[in-house]
């Protein structure tokens, strides 16, 4: 187990790099550059040569590229992301203050995405009459494609603007929680629910299920207790990407929903091409991405005992 | 006019500063002059209420409420209530009226300003505003470099401030600089106190912010929200605040929101009292549901086509004046904006200081923008496009897609040149590549506006050795006109330069005029005398709710 863990390790570690040389060689292919974007400001004029200079070495954007890669990469080592080009704060002051919020919508809607797939799923595949179960099975690939920035416009309008239920914007109390949580969930439950109904049917054919039968086991134990556990393997991996897809709606869900968080960084500083803070903000999502599926690595041998005698998921 | 009483400290009529008779700067300090503008003046809905919150929504988070370094609207939204300024800007007339100084003196050469303060200001850390105030305040711009987006141009050729004695302060250019009287009525050049300006200008951002004016910053939450209360014994306030002493509101809440349609509907739904850039299509749905539209036409250069005169097609004259012809911006307010905006009629809108009328020089006329194209060579083609020469009339126009409508104004105008036979190729620019994009010169013509309450804005743009975009000649009589209207002392001599130089560029084809930028605010019926200064931002002094 500790081999198997340490190998789970130094491959995060390679992925966190990756990233994070990926997003700055990208970021450098950009034409413009963020010291030209500050000092024009927003306005059509044009900035003073001298000062452009001045204010392009104050950010050792003058500097050759690969030693700006190995400073940055250096001190981002030591936990020191540099400061915003465009607030003047630090980077890790910028992310700790979004990242709350973020995480509390991003782990809020993967729970109400598992519970909201998982129900569906359990439901679909319940029932004996095809007509039904074909019915429910057809949910998932609508709300799949109902585009996220739709569906909180249409929230927004109704719950919001109509009805007055739940305020419209800012990050005050778990009221303006719900309908952020439910737009970005909806797709992701409608993948979840794909994939565990799939593999719930594949399972309800395997032969343990007409042994239990036999055995006189009931239809619902079967189903929650045997089929349900078998088929939650695939789910579970699945959970991992799936948190990456929710860090990504956030970009959308906290435009429209006027939240403060990691997304609306993102979008600013990608706009203002924010290099720092862009750098900051990947390997952010980067780390959550591999936390999360390191600790579903470790969840497996929970669910199925056979994975941790072998040592190690195939 | 209930609260349009006079200070006792300031005089009233006319006072008359002038070091020689030439440079005379006569301001009329009438205190019946209620800040005006097209909707600008008292709503007539009973005396303000003191006390309550207004919460307006801005577009984007401010990043930088630091008026020295604020350039975009959501951040002058913020920092104009922070500080003061020298002087104030009447949105109307454009004169230019005491506020933080009682008086001013400007030299001949226009190289020389010298202002008088009142006694008694004081910043929110306690100490008082001074002369010396003044000199660490342009100082510290100077010292900003680029980060001075709009104050530095201000300052440009500032040698010293001289403290002439604690309320006297005289600040010395190097070359005349007409402009700068004006320019100490913005937000750019506020002044803070010295513990903000002490820090660097990345700490003066958010927080630590101390100013004069009527509000102060009270919380900064990124991406959320700016919160700013009012500050207790103000009482030396610009003379065009119609309410004496403190501000009326206690607490200004500036909401960030992103979305255009969340900031409509929670205006509507009573979330937010107040937004701003309302789109033109949302105008006629919330003046029936009962909400106050407050329109005021941005004052400097208006929605234009700049033509980059080095490239091949546009360097032909012919066809610079035939685009102004074949160009038909009444159509274009019409159909893509709304009644609050109006077709332009010069380089410089109608709310700009010295501007004058050409719409005579450009009226749209499809007949004659023909006719100039067949003169000049430029046939007709069987696809529609004229050539000459084996050259096509083909034009690449680009544009940053900052102001909504631009997108839908530019394609009715390139339907509009199709009809004469002229090409327009748009090309849409990110806003963070458009400084680079400007630079490589590789565009026919550049879509653009720039707002400035003061004509100087036209060298900042054409003068040769300003921006140039257009690749104007070194040597005309347009490049005289600007360099001496930067220098002339005397306003009426300055009126003509300026007249001059604006007939010029229409003449010579440099710009296509199109439509004036016109600011609209959707505000909630509760809400009362929103003000907006002399550049069309917002000013909260005289600001009420009903409760």
Same mark, same amino acid.
């Given at each position: ?25 990208? @970021? ?48 981002? @080592? ?52 095809? *007509? ?19 569906? *909180? ?28 949580? +439910? ?108 936390? +999360? ?9 929970? @669910? ?11 | ?19 020689? $008779? ?39 988070? =401010? ?47 226009? /190289? ?30 100077? /010292? ?25 302060? /005289? ?20 002044? #803070? ?15 630590? #912010? ?36 403190? $501000? ?9 929101? =992103? ?6 509907? !929670? ?44 490239? =091949? ?15 038909? %911006? ?6 893509? #904006? ?5 077709? $332009? ?15 005579? !020089? &450009? ?24 050539? /000459? ?74 003068? !040769?050795? %300003? ?16 360099? $001496? ?46 003000? &907006? ?15």
């Amino acid at each position: 187990m500790g081999r198997y863990l340490a190998r789970r390790l130094a491959a995060a570690v390679g992925v966190l790099w990756a990233a994070y040389t990926l997003a700055f060689a990208i @970021l450098y292919l950009l034409p413009g550059d963020p010291a030209e974007i500050l000092a024009a400001g927003g306005e059509n004029t044009d900035p003073d040569p001298a000062a452009l200079e001045k204010l392009r070495a104050e950010y050792g954007l003058d500097r050759p590229i690969a030693e700006q890669y190995w400073d940055k990469l250096w001190a981002a @080592l030591h936990g020191n992301f540099g400061v915003s080009v465009t607030s003047g704060r630090p980077v890790t002051d910028v992310i700790k203050d979004a990242a709350p919020s973020t995480l509390l919508l991003t782990f809020g809607a993967l729970a109400a995405a598992i519970i909201g797939g998982a129900l569906l799923a359990l439901i679909a595949t319940y029932p004996r009459g095809a *007509g039904l179960r074909q019915l429910l099975l057809s949910l998932p690939s609508l709300a799949v494609s109902a585009p996220t920035f739709w569906v *909180g416009l249409i929230l927004v309008q109704l719950l919001s603007f109509q009805w007055r239920l739940l305020p419209a914007i800012g990050n005050e109390g778990w009221k303006s929680l719900v309908m952020p949580v +439910v737009t970005l969930a909806i797709p992701v439950s409608a993948v979840v629910a794909q994939v565990l109904a799939k593999s719930l049917l594949t399972e309800l054919g395997s032969p343990y299920v007409e042994i239990a039968h036999a055995k006189g086991v009931s239809r619902t134990r079967i189903h929650l207790r045997h089929v349900a556990r078998n088929a939650a393997i695939p789910t579970l991996t699945l959970v991992g990407v799936l948190t990456g897809e929710l860090l990504a709606g956030t970009v959308v869900v906290e435009t429209v929903f006027s939240r403060a968080g990691i997304g609306r960084v993102t979008a600013a500083a990608v706009e203002r091409q924010d290099i720092p803070v862009v750098l900051g903000v990947v390997v952010f999502s980067a780390a959550i991405f591999v936390v +999360v599926n390191l600790l579903i690595d470790l969840v497996y041998p929970l @669910l199925d005992p056979r994975i941790a005698q072998n040592g190690a998921r195939a | 006019m209930f609260t349009a009483r006079s200070r006792r400290r300031r005089p009233r009529g006319t006072v008359l500063l002038a070091a020689a $008779a030439s440079a005379a700067v006569l301001l009329s300090a009438c205190s019946s002059s209620s800040g005006g503008g097209e909707a600008s003046s008292t709503d007539g809905a009973g005396t303000p209420v003191k006390g309550g919150n207004l919460t307006f929504a801005l577009a984007s988070d =401010p990043v930088c409420v630091d008026p020295h370094q604020a350039a975009t609207n959501d951040s002058i939204y913020v920092a104009r209530q922070l500080v003061d300024s020298l002087t104030d800007q009447d949105p109307t007339t454009g004169e230019i009226v005491p506020w933080l100084a009682e008086s001013w003196q400007v030299s001949a050469d226009a /190289k020389e300003f010298t202002f008088k303060l009142h006694a008694g200001a004081t910043f929110s850390d306690g100490t008082a505003v001074t002369a010396a105030s003044v000199k660490a305040n342009f100082d510290s711009i100077l /010292k900003d470099g680029a980060k001075a987006t709009l104050a530095g141009p201000y300052l440009g050729g500032y040698v010293s401030t001289e403290v002439v004695d604690n309320l006297t302060a /005289k600040v010395v250019f190097g070359a005349p600089s007409a402009q700068f009287l004006q320019a100490t009525s913005t937000f750019s050049l506020g002044l #803070l106190a010295d513990s903000s300006l002490a820090l660097a200008p990345a700490d003066r951002c958010t927080q630590a #912010l101390v100013g004069s004016g009527p509000f102060t910053l009270k919380s900064y939450t990124t991406n959320q929200a700016v919160v700013l209360s009012k500050r207790a014994g103000y009482n030396w306030g610009s003379q065009l605040f119609t309410t004496k002493g403190e $501000a009326n509101l206690d607490t200004v809440t500036f909401q960030i929101v =992103p979305e255009a349609a969340v900031r409509t509907g !929670s205006l509507q739904s009573g979330q937010i009292d107040g937004i701003g850039g309302v789109p033109p299509s949302d105008e006629a749905g919330l003046e029936s549901a009962g909400f106050t539209l407050q329109a005021k036409r941005n004052p400097g250069v208006v929605f234009n086509l700049q033509a980059n005169t080095s490239r =091949p097609v546009p360097s032909d004259p012919a066809v610079r004046t035939a685009l102004q012809r074949a160009i038909n %911006g009444q159509e274009i307010v019409d159909t893509v #904006l709304s009644d609050k905006f109006a077709p $332009a009629t010069s380089v410089l809108s109608t709310t700009t200081p010295d501007y004058v009328d050409l719409s005579s !020089s &450009f009226t749209f006329d499809l007949a004659k923008a023909k006719k100039t194209l067949d003169d000049a060579g430029w046939k007709a083609g069987s696809d529609g496009t004229r050539s /000459k020469d084996g050259t096509k009339l083909a034009l690449t126009v680009i544009y940053s897609p900052i102001y909504g409508p631009s997108k839908d104004a530019l394609e009715l105008l390139q339907q509009q040149a199709r009809k004469a036979g002229i090409t327009l190729n748009l090309e849409q620019v990110a806003v963070a590549d458009s400084a680079a994009r400007i630079a490589a010169g590789d565009w026919d013509y550049f879509w653009a506006n720039l707002t400035r309450a003061d004509p100087d804005i036209l060298r900042t743009l054409y003068s !040769s050795t %300003g921006a140039n975009r257009g690749k104007l000649p070194a040597t005309s009589d347009l490049q005289t006109a600007l360099i $001496a209207q930067a220098a002339a002392g005397d306003l009426a001599e300055r009126k003509a330069l300026v007249e001059k130089a604006q007939k010029l560029i229409i003449d010579n084809g440099y710009i296509v005029p199109v439509f004036e930028l016109t600011t609209v605010l959707g505000l909630s019926p509760d809400v009362h005398d929103v003000r &907006f200064e002399a550049s069309s931002r917002l000013q909260l002094h005289d600001t009420w709710k009903t409760s």
